[in-house]
């Protein structure tokens, strides 16, 4: 009988060990927790007052941080916050989405009850979970852009945008920051955003066509007239006979002949005549009596053809008039009349009268 117990004691001493029987923790994002945890949400959703309800599933997060409902309590909780998006209750929203921000568990935390072995590692549950949470964070500080965004606090909206796309680089997030900055006249941030934008998104495409547009006027506004010389000839070289999607033809057109006077002035500087000559001449394509490229065309014919092949252009500059080029235009134009005819301005209204025809006036 003696031996018998002895045997027995052995075998649970190996089975349990020598302390005794024990027991394995039951993980927190087990089943079992679960379905407390979902009883305890049903409870907390009875209250109809959001802020209360907010409040105590605060409560109940601070005390079951690490569970497997956050599927169940998201959605809810997103609803209660578009609610007062809705009305317009900006602070109140920004607080719930922060106050559940707050709750939600680090990873450092997670991994703490890990080791303490309130979680087991099963399944790969914990990862799941720490993707989970990863996810609700992003959803809850969106959902504060959001609201930052729409009480026009445009700092803040910056800040958790400029968070996002770090988290998230993205096309549609830069396009978010760029509309920011250039509602807070911040023009050097824009700047910065919008050539991250240009670099991808085609010019071709709608948004890098805007993108790009919005730049140049920024640039002529800063006087970098290198800068937007830089981008009139992108936009030429893509849209140079093409309307852009959305964009007024007629608009546009003018648009156009800017950018090809801009281009031409560019090149004449640089002493590239021929260059600036064909630039000079697509203006006056787009816009057929636009005294300002007349003038230049001449300068042009005048250094690569001779005195001669600036007649016309000039003369239609002069009878242009009201262009900023038309009083010096008359001068060279008599200038090269009176070397031709003894220092003398007979014949000269006749190729004035002559350029009014060919323009049609």
């Not at 003696?2 to 005794?20: K, Q």
């Not at 990863?134 to 965004?149: E, I, L, P």
């Not at 910056?158 to 509309?179: D, H, S, V, W």
């Not at 000839?233 to 546009?252: F, H, I, R, S």
Request: proline share 3%; aromatic share 8%; with cysteine.
């Amino acid at each position: 009988m003696t031996r018998r117990l002895v045997g027995l004691t052995i075998i649970i001493v190996v089975l349990f060990g020598a302390v005794g029987f024990t027991q394995d923790k039951i993980s927190l994002l087990s089943d079992y927790y679960m379905k407390r945890d979902l009883q305890r949400y049903e409870e907390i959703k009875k209250e109809t007052d959001v802020q209360k309800r907010a409040g105590l599933l605060i409560e109940f997060l601070k005390e079951r941080p690490v569970n497997k409902i956050y599927p169940y309590i998201l959605p809810d909780y997103q609803g209660d916050i578009k609610s007062l998006l809705d009305k317009k209750e900006w602070d109140k929203a920004i607080t719930m989405a922060g106050n559940l921000q707050t709750a939600l568990p680090s990873e450092a935390a997670v991994k703490k009850l890990v080791d303490s072995g309130d979680i087991t590692v099963v399944e790969n549950n914990v990862q799941e979970f720490l993707q989970q949470i990863a996810s609700v964070r992003t959803t809850m500080q969106q959902d504060v852009f959001s609201a930052q965004y729409s009480a026009g606090n445009w700092a803040e909206a910056a800040k958790i945008q400029e968070q996002l796309y770090a988290a998230t680089p993205n096309l549609q997030g830069l396009q978010r920051l760029a509309e920011i900055y250039q509602k807070m006249q911040n023009t050097d941030k824009y700047l910065e955003v919008a050539q991250k934008i240009m670099s991808q998104a085609p010019i071709t495409q709608p948004v890098g066509f805007s993108t790009t547009y919005q730049v140049l006027q920024m640039r002529l506004q800063k006087n970098d007239i290198a800068g937007a010389v830089e981008l009139y000839g992108k936009l030429m070289d893509a849209y140079g006979d093409k309307t852009p999607e959305g964009v007024d033809a007629a608009a546009w057109n003018k648009e156009r002949t800017t950018a090809y006077l801009q281009l031409g002035q560019d090149m004449y500087t640089k002493k590239d005549y021929k260059k600036s000559l064909d630039f000079f001449e697509k203006a006056v394509k787009a816009d057929p009596r636009n005294g300002d490229a007349y003038y230049f065309i001449g300068m042009c014919k005048w250094q690569l053809e001779g005195q001669d092949g600036a007649v016309e252009p000039l003369a239609r500059s002069v009878v242009l008039n009201g262009n900023n080029t038309a009083a010096r235009a008359r001068q060279n134009l008599e200038q090269i009349h009176k070397a031709k005819n003894n220092d003398s301005l007979d014949g000269l209204d006749e190729i004035l009268a002559n350029a009014k025809a060919g323009l049609g006036i």
